[in-house]
């Protein structure tokens, strides 16, 4: 099973950045695969007539159905019901996993098979259901990866993305008992697909999570490019979907148009493999399907952020293309977050749902240069919820006591003319021995840089020079 998450505080972050950045393996394949998501994205994009128009209208479809969000749920609910769903409300992750384990506990299942999830992970399911004697198997490839290597997604879309291929077939030799060759890609997918068919048959209950929530008619929407997410909903006789409730869409039109944004953002395709719509149990004639269907809305912390500064980040749609697009998650990967949203949306949506405290590096572990906005299918504008962020964790006092004297100190000074000159003037005095090839390089624990050289202070300040030039008549040039 997966660890539950371990947060993201700035010890935390630097220590696992550090661990990241020093893995040629880990490198190698983050590079390799956000490589080919942000070109396939770019191809995709460019294949779609006004691509800007269309996402500008999705994102007033999705501030619009925000602001009425109560309303567009209980349509949902309500024709949902009358398809024959049961629909569940869940505040917390704690309801969550208790609708799911007590619906476990109605039918007896001891084995459930699941879709990948991002919601499920939010709420730590799994656990949840092991410690109740429930064996939950995941059954995405990229899910099943992780979850023999006991570890969390490392990607909101390639959960596996992390993992070399000679690191996944070694996985799949400790499953297999033999010696599963990295090149033999069809034996180790052959191998999988054995293993996990058995399990689709023998389960009681399948979980999905949603892509999109139709209130229109009461339709779970499921974007997959493997076959398993069909098998999750339709073989065993119990289906339950565990959806966020920011996920619903008022009417088939603006699920339209989300699925024209969401497979071209996330991994390059005009349309994912499989787009299932669930509506309700299987009728009388249908040959096959579940008897039930549960629908179970989550909570956890987004009605808090309606309203706020912070609703923006409702309409994220989990495509993936922020994490691809920033040069902080290409280099740190997806663990060292702390939880399983990791990358710029992760930065935002963490701490809000989860604790600025126990997530303070997140909202910093950005360079604000505006890749993910421009990424973002709904046009999400990231870098200004993170700076929202960080000017909260001043007013909370959440930064450590030693930052915020050194960043108090340095705001006194350059509030001060007289002071940041002093300052200036003996930093360039103190610096001398400690600088190399035009860089600071200080020794030892100083050297918060590692290899990376600091800018030396210049030997005149840009002020010096400007009103050196004044006096002799030259800024005129300078400034055109």
């Known amino acids: 099973m997966s660890e539950p998450n371990v947060g993201a505080t700035f010890p935390q972050f630097r220590t696992q950045a550090i661990?990241?950045?020093?893995?040629?393996?880990?490198?190698?394949?983050?590079?390799?695969?956000?490589?080919?998501?942000?070109?396939?994205?770019?191809?995709?994009?460019?294949?779609?007539?006004d691509a800007d128009v269309l996402r500008d209208h999705f994102k007033t479809i999705r501030s619009s159905t925000l602001a009425r969000l109560a309303d567009h749920l209980e349509t949902f609910e309500r024709n949902a019901t009358a398809a024959g769903a049961q629909v569940h409300?869940?505040?917390?992750?704690?309801?969550?996993?208790?609708?799911?384990?007590?619906?476990?506990r109605d039918h007896g299942a001891d084995l459930v098979v699941k879709s990948k999830s991002m919601a499920s992970e939010e709420i730590h399911l799994n656990q949840a259901l092991a410690a109740a004697g429930i064996d939950p198997v995941e059954t995405d490839l990229g899910e099943w990866i992780i979850q023999l290597a006991g570890e969390t997604p490392a990607h909101i879309v390639g959960p596996a993305l992390h993992k070399t291929r000679e690191q996944v077939a070694e996985l799949f030799s400790?499953?297999?008992?033999?010696?599963?060759?990295?090149?033999?890609?069809?034996?180790?997918?052959?191998?999988?697909r054995g293993i996990l068919r058995e399990k689709f048959l023998a389960a009681g209950i399948g979980i999905s999570g949603g892509n999109i929530a139709v209130a229109e008619t009461g339709t779970v929407v499921l974007v997959t490019n493997e076959g398993n997410g069909r098998l999750v909903t339709?073989?065993?006789?119990?289906?339950?979907?565990?959806?966020?409730?920011?996920?619903?869409?008022?009417?088939w039109d603006d699920a339209a148009?989300?699925?024209?944004?969401?497979?071209?953002?996330?991994?390059?395709?005009?349309?994912?493999?499989?787009?299932?719509?669930?509506?309700?149990?299987?009728?009388?004639?249908?040959?096959?399907?579940?008897?039930e269907v549960h629908v179970v809305?989550?909570?956890?912390?987004?009605?808090?952020?309606?309203?706020?500064?912070?609703?923006?980040?409702?309409?994220?749609?989990?495509?993936?293309?922020?994490?691809?697009?920033?040069?902080?998650?290409?280099?740190?990967?997806?663990?060292?977050?702390?939880?399983?949203?990791?990358?710029p949306i992760g930065a935002v949506l963490v701490p809000l749902m989860f604790g600025l405290e126990e997530y303070a590096a997140l909202p910093h572990a950005s360079s604000l240069c505006g890749a993910c906005l421009e990424a973002c299918p709904a046009r999400i504008d990231i870098p200004r919820m993170l700076l929202a962020l960080r000017a909260e964790e001043v007013q909370r006092h959440v930064v450590s006591r030693p930052e915020h004297f050194?960043?108090?100190?340095?705001?006194?000074?350059?509030?001060?003319?007289?002071?940041?000159?002093?300052?200036?003037?003996?930093?360039?005095?103190?610096?001398?021995?400690?600088?190399?090839?035009?860089?600071?390089?200080?020794p030892g624990p100083l050297n918060l840089g590692g290899d990376r050289a600091l800018p030396a202070l210049a030997k005149r300040s840009f002020r010096a020079q400007w009103s050196e030039l004044e006096r002799e008549g030259g800024s005129d040039g300078l400034s055109a």
């Open 19 to 49: 661990r990241a950045i020093h893995d040629p393996m880990l490198q190698r394949a983050i590079d390799g695969a956000t490589l080919n998501f942000r070109t396939g994205r770019a191809s995709a994009l460019e294949e779609l007539p």
């Open 89 to 104: 409300w869940a505040r917390d992750a704690a309801e969550a996993r208790g609708i799911v384990l007590s619906i476990a």
């Open 174 to 192: 400790q499953e297999a008992g033999r010696v599963m060759p990295p090149d033999d890609i069809p034996g180790m997918t052959e191998l999988a």
């Open 234 to 251: 339709s073989a065993p006789p119990v289906h339950i979907a565990v959806v966020g409730i920011e996920k619903v869409a008022p009417t």
């Open 257 to 291: 148009a989300w699925l024209q944004l969401l497979a071209r953002s996330a991994t390059g395709q005009p349309l994912s493999i499989y787009t299932t719509a669930i509506t309700g149990p299987a009728r009388a004639d249908d040959p096959d399907g579940p008897q």
């Open 297 to 343: 809305f989550l909570d956890n912390g987004r009605s808090r952020q309606l309203g706020t500064q912070y609703e923006e980040v409702l309409q994220c749609i989990r495509c993936g293309a922020c994490l691809n697009a920033c040069p902080v998650y290409q280099e740190v990967g997806g663990h060292t977050y702390g939880h399983p949203y990791s990358g």
């Open 406 to 442: 050194v960043e108090s100190a340095a705001a006194t000074v350059m509030a001060h003319p007289r002071l940041y000159r002093t300052f200036t003037a003996l930093g360039r005095f103190f610096q001398r021995p400690f600088v190399r090839k035009g860089g600071l390089r200080p």
